[in-house]
């Protein structure tokens, strides 16, 4: 079973900073199959990124993906006040085949 | 758009069964490309996804719930659903069906609460 760690946990930035966040697994993510997500209170996940880099539909361009192996980064090139939120990583592992989340990074206004 | 809402009673009580329903808005979801899963959030365990199922039926539990996920589609009314057994108030959280694709979760429920008490 693959564990992502994500980090910081919290994350402290003003608005039209960059951002980057970190999301390591335990062992290597096959065929990098690892998402991010963004989910603020009271609402749903919504999908960020998927396969490490592509940008799931109506998602803005100041947010990218990176990284391969057992390291990625979600950057939020410009943060605008909506940004500041929870966000999680996400793969798909097999031997078992099933899906893990990271425990969460909140960006926070400072 | 693909809508999906779930839907099932707020409070179940220990040793019981949770019974959720997910109805989903689209045709295009008998597509082989997508599948519907069960993922909740809980104080202790965060986000977990519980499970998912095909359209044709085909399903996939997590194993670490040592198979007390059992879920089905109903076709004829677009709808998927999802029962846990034995349930402990660990299992008390909001509970998300989510359509899944390129192996993440494109499209999400609001979420319902569910309480074990």
């Known amino acids: 079973e693959i564990v992502l760690t994500q980090s910081p946990g919290t994350l402290s930035l003003s608005p039209g900073e960059r951002a980057t966040l970190s999301c390591r697994a335990s062992q290597s993510v096959i065929n990098n199959f690892l998402a991010w997500y963004q989910q603020k209170p009271g609402q749903a996940p919504r999908l960020l990124i998927y396969?490490?880099?592509s940008r799931a539909t109506g998602i803005p361009d100041r947010f990218s993906g990176s990284g391969s192996g057992t390291d990625f980064i979600l950057t939020i090139s410009r943060l605008e006040p909506e940004d500041f939120a929870v966000y999680y990583c996400?793969?798909?592992?097999?031997?078992?085949?099933?899906?893990?989340f990271g425990q969460g990074t909140k960006l926070e206004i400072k | 758009q693909v809508q999906l809402q779930e839907s099932g009673p707020g409070l179940v009580k220990p040793s019981e069964t949770l019974s959720l329903t997910c109805t989903v808005s689209?045709?295009?979801?008998?597509?082989?490309?997508?599948?519907l899963n069960w993922i909740r959030q809980t104080p202790g365990k965060g986000l977990e996804w519980l499970g998912y199922v095909y359209y044709s039926g085909s399903a996939l539990d997590n194993p670490s719930l040592k198979g007390r996920v059992t879920m089905s589609f109903d076709t004829s009314k677009s709808q998927f659903s999802l029962k846990l057994s034995s349930v402990t108030t660990a299992d008390t959280g909001v509970y998300y069906c989510?359509?899944?694709?390129?192996?993440?979760?494109?499209?999400w429920g609001q979420g319902i609460l569910v309480t074990v008490s």
């Open positions: 989510a359509r899944g694709q390129n192996l993440a979760f494109d499209y």
């Open positions: 996400q793969h798909y592992g097999t031997s078992p085949n099933y899906y893990t």
């Open positions: 689209t045709a295009s979801i008998s597509s082989h490309i997508y599948n």
């Open positions: 396969g490490a880099s």
